[in-house]
DNA sequence: CTGAAAGCGCTTACAG
DNA sequence: CTGAAAGCGCTTACAG
């Protein structure tokens, strides 16, 4: 083997290992099934031999779709576009799309904003999972779904989401229905926890007690379900159950109730929301909301196939319902409380 | 204005907008330093206004590069990859790299490994952020970083990783130094568990107490650190630390003690590894070590751009010194222990 | 199925 | 700086 510094192997070098013609190369690339078994194998045995790899680049270029479709997420550490990803995945598999997934941060230093790259890119469509920012402009008649609730809108855009209301009406129906009624609801900043506040306040105020609501330091992290928590615990000692807006805040909120000696369940109950990976972890067994991410990932993928097939029509709303998922943090209240 | 349906302007239409050579419009492009200030505005304005996006196809296909380093992680949950990104980014920063980010399962449906998208896609570079498998052949001449400690090694590539060894020594350290001799380890699978486990009973064997190793199910999942703690208290309850081969095997020997009564840290010292997002959680308040990911992130970039410009000599191994962070989980053992 | 041709939107190299 | 040309590796469309 003379050593062939660097040029990669194009269809050209296929065509001729497998004696066949570049078109009919290009036939075996894009699936056509106008291609006989016996030429389709010599093709295929020819790539594997050559260590044949197409070029995105150039086929992106002279076809008319990358067939891909870009993700961009809020934060690696936000873990719910983990099942996002895989529920879109299995929706885009049969049409034979890829993904790419940034967050806002992963290319900062080479773009403006963080669609610039999915832009330049150009993906077939979009699925926005953050809070859509002004210098978001899409070009219109890019397939774009937004998902997860948000604050913001984006024009044209489908929006997938959880229907975080009913979520947090299940999830305060659980509290009321094992017997609480001092029940207190850690909230924090964004669209979906707005929604999950509003959802508390409905099933309490249908229930008879008086809801009590407390933010953090206005986002949903750990510290501000820690410090939400200290909050609702100092001020209202009548309190034996709290519902956090999320799974992180109720992992603060658990830190707060075992700084004041609570144990959990018995003295205090807690439940999260999003059934992420730490509240099925031996050390929280946090009951939760699932929003069944994978299936509004699946969601997304319907819808965008629809809009690149042509029929979309006008952008809509899709929330899907979510499931409590009940484990070891919540409980009756003790008879004394 | 005319509806122009969907053709994306080009550097042609730029040009035109700007009144300038399209070659010219390819100089500002590529940051060309033989541009007068003037005419370089100009095309930045048209550009704007157009709201033209220079086509990554176009570029990568008709240019030698992509400019473009592909990052292979193992799992998006694994958060370890974070930091690891943030210091790449730091280091790619001057060059203009951008950065893409893939793990094993994101494009399953549509390729046969996990690296072919990146191949396809040309890219300049790869960082491995995972365990390299047979099937990760990559072509020659590629500059390839793997990223932590590693079973197997790909041949040709630099390896970036933390000095798991020593930072074992240090956390097995910390314990003996609190006056610890019952300390018992935690491992499970991989390279990293490998050499903090040798870690581990070097600094036993050199300060006298028998080293107890105890595995859980094989991975290193909180549900490994639960089972593995379980055994280690159940067969010898005269243990008062523990050492984990990470964070997430810690969280689930804090489940483990909690089960059996212990309080952490007055009857448990527990210590992790990584210094992960949970490891700072007011929950936890985990002694741990700080790989200094974004250290090796740097490190990788380094050695990336040192191999792309074409003097990277031959492949060799860095490890970088990771440091002990001490926060609520370890104390002294109890007097009567 | 083949073959020849044009073109995608850039970069490269060069004469002016 | 401009302008004309070639080419990157594919896809597309079409005559045979």
Not at 163 to 179: F, K, M, Q, Y
Not at 194 to 214: I, N, Y
Not at 242 to 249: G, P, S
Request: hydrophobic share 45%; charged share 20%; net charge negative.
């Amino acid at each position: 083997m003379s050593s062939r510094p660097h040029r990669a192997p194009t269809i050209y070098d296929v065509a001729q290992a497998a004696g066949v013609s570049k078109s009919l190369v290009s036939l075996v690339l894009r699936g056509s099934s106008s291609v006989s078994e016996a030429r389709r194998t010599a093709v295929l045995e020819a790539m594997a031999r050559l260590d044949y790899r197409p070029s995105q680049a150039a086929s992106a270029l002279a076809g008319a779709t990358t067939r891909t479709i870009g993700v961009l997420i809020d934060d690696y550490r936000n873990l719910w576009f983990v099942e996002l990803l895989r529920g879109l995945q299995e929706g885009l598999a049969e049409h034979g799309l890829r993904i790419a997934v940034a967050d806002h941060t992963l290319n900062a230093h080479v773009e403006a904003s963080p669609l610039d790259g999915f832009l330049s890119m150009r993906v077939d469509g979009l699925v926005i999972a953050t809070e859509p920012s002004a210098a978001m402009r899409v070009p219109e008649g890019l397939p774009v779904v937004v998902a997860g609730h948000r604050q913001a809108v984006v024009p044209g855009a489908d929006v997938v989401a959880n229907d975080d209301r009913l979520g947090a009406r299940r999830a305060t129906e659980h509290l009321l229905g094992l017997g609480h009624r001092g029940i207190g609801h850690l909230t924090g900043g964004g669209g979906a926890a707005r929604l999950r506040a509003e959802g508390f306040a409905e099933a309490m105020s249908a229930a008879g007690p008086a809801p009590r609501t407390v933010p953090g330091t206005g986002a949903t992290t750990e510290e501000d379900g820690y410090v939400a928590a200290a909050r609702l615990l100092d001020e209202a000692p009548e309190t034996t159950a709290v519902f956090a807006a999320n799974d992180t805040m109720a992992m603060g909120a658990l830190a707060a109730a075992r700084e004041r000696g609570l144990r959990v369940p018995q003295d205090l109950s807690v439940i999260g929301y999003d059934d992420s990976p730490i509240a099925s972890t031996h050390l929280l067994e946090l009951t939760t909301v699932d929003s069944r991410n994978a299936r509004i990932g699946a969601m997304a993928a319907e819808r965008l196939m629809a809009r690149i097939a042509g029929n979309g029509g006008p952008a809509g709303c899709s929330l899907l319902s979510p499931e409590l998922v009940v484990r070891g943090s919540t409980a009756p209240p003790r008879p004394g409380a």
